[in-house]
């Protein structure tokens, strides 16, 4: 079955996690991407972020680190040396056999060997260009790098993480790349779609500080209708009680009370439904209001219980909980196996003969989406590529 981007070539320049989490989607939705790396650096930066790494079958590690893997399936890995003119040259004929170009060089950056966004858009204007960076193509900080420790400092998402008396703290994976890639996707797709009535390529400017900027959504908005700063509430919520962690006799539970009658069956779980009667916390205005006072006796109350009697008390009430699971909890529930979460892509030069991966969270009924090439070790597909461009004449 064909992929609903199926024909769509990506000329993929770019490296590290933002831009390369784009064309992996692009790739599991059916596209062919090319992969360009730099035979003087070995390729992608992240090919040695580790370890983990895989091992091939004698035990040597491999290039394949599980960073490098996590963002880079679906792909040809293909080296080429841009800064050469024979680079350059083999840029411009892979761009004209593309759809989309994708880097995320500095502002830039790619000016000088002829690769900027204007350059090729000119020679060939069907294209679909996205640049990637830290700050955006225009701005005092356009020149600066672009990291996702920075974009989650400068963007603010720092300010709002971590415990109210505990320092600014950042998300516990690259989530501002991840968001920028997929921003990066989406418009992608859209300029595809008026390509498609046009013919017209386009140039997509997007940053990762822009992207985070944009997912601070209610606490962002919310400063911006008080002008007041907003507060670090460690795992509780800012506008709604009690919606957070609880410690148990045993470990952790989530629970996350939406409404009034939520918190009246949570209080009658927890034998205490006097606490749904209190004016003092009855409406979810007012437990806010005296949430210290509420949230001291709760916590004494949860802490008396085992998380399974607490998930399963609460489940049969039908009030949101939930596990906080480790990564091994995880990648062995059920729910993951029902789901594809976890997926394996054989290959035979690595230990066990094969890679296991992520799996993609999109279920398209009628173009689903597929794993076609585990992440490639660097340059394999060079050859291949060089050789199917040469026939395109």
């Not at 003087?40 to 004698?58: A, S």
């Not at 003119?85 to 004929?93: F, K, L, N, R, Y």
């Not at 919520?237 to 989530?254: C, R, S």
């Not at 892509?345 to 690595?350: C, E, G, I, L, W």
């Amino acid at each position: 079955m064909a992929g609903a981007l199926d024909g769509i070539r990506v000329l993929d320049l770019s490296r590290i996690l933002a831009a390369p989490t784009c064309t992996q989607l692009l790739g599991d939705l059916g596209a062919e991407v090319w992969k360009i790396e730099n035979p003087g650096t070995d390729g992608d930066d992240t090919r040695k972020w580790g370890p983990p790494f895989v091992h091939d079958p004698d035990g040597a590690r491999t290039d394949l680190s599980a960073y490098f893997m996590c963002a880079n399936r679906n792909k040809l890995s293909v080296g080429v040396d841009i800064s050469t003119s024979e680079g350059q040259a083999t840029i411009h004929a892979l761009a004209a056999q593309a759809d989309v170009v994708i880097e995320n060089f500095k502002p830039g950056g790619l000016d000088k060997y002829g690769l900027d966004h204007a350059s090729l858009l000119a020679a060939h204007p069907h294209l679909i260009y996205c640049s990637v960076s830290g700050y955006g193509q225009t701005g005092p900080n356009r020149a600066k790098p672009g990291y996702d420790l920075m974009a989650q400092g400068y963007g603010g998402i720092m300010s709002l993480t971590g415990e109210p008396d505990g320092r600014p703290m950042k998300v516990g994976v690259g989530i501002a790349d991840v968001m920028c890639g997929m921003y990066a996707t989406v418009g992608i797709l859209a300029a595809l779609r008026h390509r498609d009535r046009t013919g017209e390529g386009q140039h997509i400017d997007v940053a990762l500080v822009d992207s985070q900027i944009a997912w601070l959504i209610n606490e962002g908005v919310a400063h911006l209708t008080t002008g007041k700063e907003r507060k670090r509430q460690g795992n509780e919520h800012a506008t709604i009680v009690p919606y957070q962690t609880f410690e148990t006799a045993d470990g952790h539970v989530l629970v996350a009370v939406g409404n009034d009658s939520q918190y009246a069956r949570f209080c009658e779980y927890l034998g205490r439904p006097d606490l749904a009667e209190d004016p003092r916390f009855s409406t979810n205005p007012a437990r806010i209001e005296n949430r210290g006072k509420l949230l001291k006796i709760l916590e004494g109350l949860m802490a008396e219980r085992d998380s399974a009697d607490v998930l399963a008390g609460l489940e049969a009430r039908k009030v949101p909980v939930g596990p906080v699971h480790t990564l091994g909890q995880v990648f062995t529930s059920d729910q993951v196996a029902a789901r594809d979460m976890k997926i394996k892509m054989a290959r035979d030069d690595v230990a066990g003969g094969a890679v296991t991966l992520i799996g993609n969270p999109l279920k398209l009924s009628k173009t689903p989406v597929t794993y076609r090439h585990p992440p490639p070790h660097f340059g394999e597909d060079t050859e291949a590529v060089l050789e199917w461009l040469k026939q395109q004449g």
